[in-house]
């Protein structure tokens, strides 16, 4: 199991925990990605908006990236934190 903690914005010190297989992130017409749970672990994958998300200080491409323990993603102005619960 994982989780997403919000560190910044309105939302900030929030916890979503990581329970379906889809989980969509986002703010829609603006910027949206979605993380999905696979056998092999976590992958954000980008969905909508012109920029593509940042995941530690790196912008992705269009194709799905692996997420590991602590990984910082930036999302539609908010920095959220992965968090992979053994």
């Known amino acids: 199991m994982a989780a997403v903690q919000i560190l910044t914005g309105p939302s900030a010190g929030k ?3 990581l329970v379906k297989n889809l ?4 703010k829609p017409g603006l910027q949206v990605a979605v993380i999905t749970r696979r056998p092999q672990g976590y992958f954000i994958t980008h969905v909508e908006g012109e920029k593509f998300p940042v995941i530690n200080g790196k912008i992705i491409d269009a194709q799905a990236k692996s ?3 602590h990984d910082v ?3 539609a102005g908010v920095k959220m934190e992965v968090f992979i619960k053994k």
């Open 23 to 26: 989980t969509t992130l986002g």
């Open 15 to 17: 916890e979503l925990d």
């Open 73 to 75: 993603i930036e999302l």
């Open 67 to 69: 997420l590991q323990d």
